[in-house]
Every structure is written in structure tokens, then in C-alpha cells.
T-cell receptor, first 114, second 112 residues
Framework: AQSVTQLDSHVSVSEGTPVLLRCNYS??????LFWYVQHPNKGLQLLLK??????LVKGINGFEAEFKKSETSFHLTKPSAHMSDAAEYFC????????????FGAGTRLTVKP | DAGITQSPRYKITETGRQVTLMCHQT?????MFWYRQDLGHGLRLIYY???????DKGEVPDGYVVSRSKTENFPLTLESATRSQTSVYFC???????????FGDGTRLSIL
């Protein structure tokens, strides 16, 4: 069965500095991977997805993630943090062919300091 | 407007009462899901549906009932609410397997 681990429950960065949110996964098959963002009192919004095409995936708002099969990782990065990036981020793994197939990480809270 | 909407956004009720949370999507997505989000537990799947009249249990189904008579609606009912069901509930939908889910803005439910 697939699972996902977000290695940091909380990350704090200064505005204008790089962001790195780490995610490791385990999957028996070729997984699909997603990053979602959740702002306060809102639902989860899709940032980007990996579905076995290019290993470097670009998403919205300047975020990108790289799928590394050898390291079973799918870390989320952004070159320069903005105050509006402060939110909760979720890494999600999905295996093919199953209805109840999405597994959510516990989330990483990103704080951006001025 | 296209999208997925949940109602009500906020609800306060008492233990033992029945309460129904509504979810409506305009995309005609096949799959719909109900999650609850609690501190320390992240998102947990309650029920999901692969199509109209097809539903299945998720990780935490006890105390909840769902139905899906129409593709676009997926109501969640708490038959006899308990304090442990105080949570934020999210509905989601997706078109087919392996595609991302799209989430509603959630219902914050408090049970006194």
C-alpha cells in the first residue's frame, strides 16, 4: 500500500528566500503525486501534479517539484518566498487503478517572515 | 458557476441530532469524496463514491451515512451527532482515477 511522509511539520522562511518542503513516498506501483495548498478557512487547491511524464513539474505561483524515483521523493520548491505563500501544504500519493487510492501527508505549515 | 460547493459553511448543533452536509459539483465528475480534517490527524476519508448509486467506506465511516442518487450531489449525514464528530468536513470530486481531486471550501461543524 502506498504512503507519504512529509518530513517537516513546520517550515519558516524569510520573504524572498527559497522554499523547500520535503515529501517522501512509498508505492508498489508507478504513482501519481500531487502537492496541494490550503489557506486558512479554505479547501485544498492543487499546486501541481506528476503523472509519469516529465520528472520536473511546474505548478502555479512559481512552485515546482522534482520526482526522484531513486530517492522516492517529491520535494516542493520555490526560488523566492512571498508573504502570500504562508499556508499549509499537503503532499499526496495516488496509485493507479484504485478508487480509494489517494494518501495524504500530514501537512507542512509554511510561515513566511517579512 | 462551475465548481464544487458545500453547504452550510458553518453549523452548530447538539449531540444526538441528525445533521446533513451538502455537496454539489457542476463538472459531472464520476468520483466524489468526503473527508474530515482534524488537528493531529490530517485529512481522513469518510466515504467515497465512484458513480451514482455506488458508495464505499473510507478510513473513518462509523456514525456517517452517504447517498448518491444523482451524479452531482453527495450528501453526508450524521445520524446521531456526537462531540467527537466536531470537525471540518471537505467534499472533493474528480473525473477519473489517477487525476487530482478538486475540493470544496469545507463545512465547519461544531457539536455541543
Amino acid at each position: 500500500a502506498q504512503s507519504v511522509t512529509q518530513l517537516d511539520s513546520h517550515v519558516s522562511v524569510s520573504e524572498g528566500t527559497p522554499v523547500l518542503l520535503r515529501c517522501n513516498y512509498s508505492s508498489s506501483y508507478s504513482p501519481s503525486l500531487f502537492w496541494y495548498v490550503q489557506h486558512p478557512n479554505k479547501g485544498l487547491q492543487l499546486l501541481l501534479k506528476y503523472t509519469s511524464a516529465a520528472t520536473l513539474v511546474k505548478g502555479i505561483n512559481g512552485f515546482e517539484a522534482e520526482f526522484k524515483k531513486s530517492e522516492t521523493s517529491f520535494h516542493l520548491t520555490k526560488p523566492s518566498a512571498h508573504m502570500s505563500d504562508a499556508a499549509e501544504y499537503f503532499c499526496v500519493v495516488s496509485e493507479r487503478g484504485k478508487g480509494n487510492d489517494m494518501r495524504f501527508g500530514a501537512g507542512t505549515r509554511l510561515t513566511v517572515k517579512p | 458557476d462551475a465548481g464544487i460547493t458545500q453547504s452550510p459553511r458553518y453549523k452548530i448543533t447538539e449531540t444526538g441530532r441528525q445533521v446533513t452536509l451538502m455537496c454539489h459539483q457542476t463538472w459531472s465528475h464520476s468520483y466524489m469524496f468526503w473527508y474530515r480534517q482534524d488537528l493531529g490527524h490530517g485529512l481522513r476519508l469518510i466515504y467515497y463514491s465512484a458513480a451514482a448509486d455506488i458508495t464505499d467506506k473510507g478510513e473513518v465511516p462509523d456514525g456517517y451515512v452517504v447517498s448518491r442518487s444523482k451524479t452531482e450531489n453527495f450528501p453526508l449525514t450524521l445520524e446521531s451527532a456526537t462531540r467527537s464528530q466536531t470537525s471540518v468536513y471537505f467534499c472533493a470530486s474528480r473525473n477519473r482515477l489517477n487525476q487530482p481531486q478538486h475540493f470544496g471550501d469545507g463545512t465547519r461543524l461544531s457539536i455541543l
